[in-house]
């Protein structure tokens, strides 16, 4: 196996433990792989801005894989490498069959969150509650007609999403949208993720490989849900926490800790650090 010169990471219930935080030991480890000259990239289901500060702002963090892969973002350059965008027409053919049910709309645009009021003001209702209460209040601009805001700013959605507080409701739903032919994904037990057919974390870390004239067999992903499938696959080596999902350890390379104890962290001592 090739030297590891990336190593990407999911943050929620991966690289962040229980409290969305990181240990000391392992900042000092993705502090020490940087020294290394390994880029550490974050690859979350996040727009930029709802990346933890300490990890946005840490020296060695150059690049993100944003929104499922829908937007890589240059740190450094402050501009967009590639983008995977959903255009306006599909995405009020989503919000037409989630009318249809018991779950919150919203979207992440150029790097912001945009949910309707009568979703923003109840999320209670769909079981959004402590740090995922307070990311999805600090992220969201909340609008009175999500759909009118759409048709006077159409460009640039990089992702729709729900939250349900049934989740055999959510797995209809999640049949329901596939048909319309996007990428239907989950990052969280009661939440659906849609993007543009064709837009993974995988797709997102290709691209940003190929731009940093990398090939796959450099790079490292670490993750433990379905939005995190593509780019296990994509990568070299994939790494899945013991936390993660059944489907994702069936394809892992390896199965690291748990994200409550440094599981990224052992990944990067195991196969990347000298």
């Excluded at 037409?96 to 645009?109: A, F, G, L, P």
Aim: with cysteine.
């Amino acid at each position: 196996m090739s030297k590891i010169k990336l190593v990407a990471m999911d943050l929620d219930n991966t690289l962040l433990d229980k409290d969305k935080n990181i240990s000391e030991h392992t900042k000092e480890v993705l502090e020490e792989a940087a020294r290394q000259g390994v880029e550490i990239v974050p690859a979350t289901g996040r727009i930029f801005k709802a990346i933890p500060d300490f990890l946005r702002e840490m020296d060695g963090v150059h690049y993100a894989l944003c929104c499922n892969g829908a937007t890589v973002y240059d740190k450094i350059k402050d501009e967009i490498i590639y983008t995977n965008h959903l255009p306006m027409e599909t995405v009020f053919a989503l919000f037409d069959v989630m009318d249809q049910y018991h779950c919150t709309q919203d979207i992440y645009q150029n790097g912001q969150g945009y949910m309707e009021e009568k979703f923003y003001r109840n999320l209670a209702e769909y079981n959004v509650e402590g740090h995922l209460l307070d990311l999805v209040l600090r992220t969201r601009i909340e609008v009175k007609d999500l759909r009118e805001y759409i048709r006077q700013n159409p460009l640039g959605i990089e992702k729709a999403a729900g939250f349900f507080d049934d989740m055999e409701v959510r797995e209809k739903v999640r049949k329901e949208l596939g048909a319309l032919q996007v990428s239907v994904s989950s990052s969280l037990p009661n939440n659906l993720e849609i993007n543009q057919l064709g837009c993974d974390k995988g797709d997102g870390l290709t691209h940003l490989a190929q731009y940093l004239g990398l090939s796959m067999d450099q790079v490292m992903a670490c993750g433990d849900a379905g939005n995190d499938v593509q780019m296990i696959k994509a990568a070299g080596l994939g790494v899945v926490m013991e936390n993660g999902e059944e489907e994702l350890k069936a394809i892992a390379d390896f199965v690291t800790k748990t994200n409550n104890e440094d599981g990224v962290a052992y990944a990067i001592e195991k196969y990347v650090l000298d």
